[in-house]
């Protein structure tokens, strides 16, 4: 992967803090490699595809991870209530529904500009996005994930879900799922993204968990929680 400058900005997409580095995939460069070297997958203009950023991110260690207390309170809320399919990236038809559906809930949830149709045009066309999994109820459609894996990674990208369950923390327990199924499958690591600010703070419950301090992978999690606390 070489090292190129900051790519441009279409989207109102939040891209990391001063010090970022920017990277493009290069043929034959495994993205297993990629992530663990800090770097997270860069959607902030379109048509560009293959830019990676680095930033403080987090990933779960899959062979130690055990259901802490509050998962398991989380799993009790929604396990067994919807029907969920995998879908390959490849094999997705994305309806004008889905459209809808993924812009009410960035709209609602980030505003107006975080995810406008074309960003997610970008994302899906990325060729990164492995697998989309869908969450449905009484024959309608409840959350879709966006997930990327490559051989002993994965990478919890992007979701989209009914605001009416964010109270329950669905989003939550959309991830525990992933992170479960994951673990299943064999996978070593599980990205969750960035850890910038109190919102995203929610990641931590889920152990063990190490970060990207920009120079290597650390289990402190008491710094993180004051790093994230102290971002403006």
Known sequence: MKLIPPPPQDFAVYIGKSGTLYGEREEGDSLTTIYHSGYLPYSGARGLHNIFYTARSARVLLHAFSPSSENRRIAKKFDGQFKKERIPASQFVPSEAFWGFCNTYFTQKHGEKSMPKERLHTILESSLVSTIITYIKDATPVAYVLEVEDGSMGHFWFSFYDLSYSKQ????????????????????????????????????????????????????????????????
Not at 176 to 204: F, M, N, P, Q, S
Not at 215 to 220: F, G, L, V
């Open 169 to 232: 923390s669905l989003g939550l327990w959309l991830m525990l799922d992933c992170i479960r199924d994951a673990k299943e499958r064999g996978i070593e690591h599980y990205y969750l993204g960035t850890v910038y600010g109190t919102k995203a703070l929610y990641k931590l419950n889920f152990e063990p968990l190490e970060w990207w301090d920009g120079a290597q992978w650390s289990i402190n999690i008491g710094l993180l929680k004051e790093l994230g606390r102290s971002d403006s």
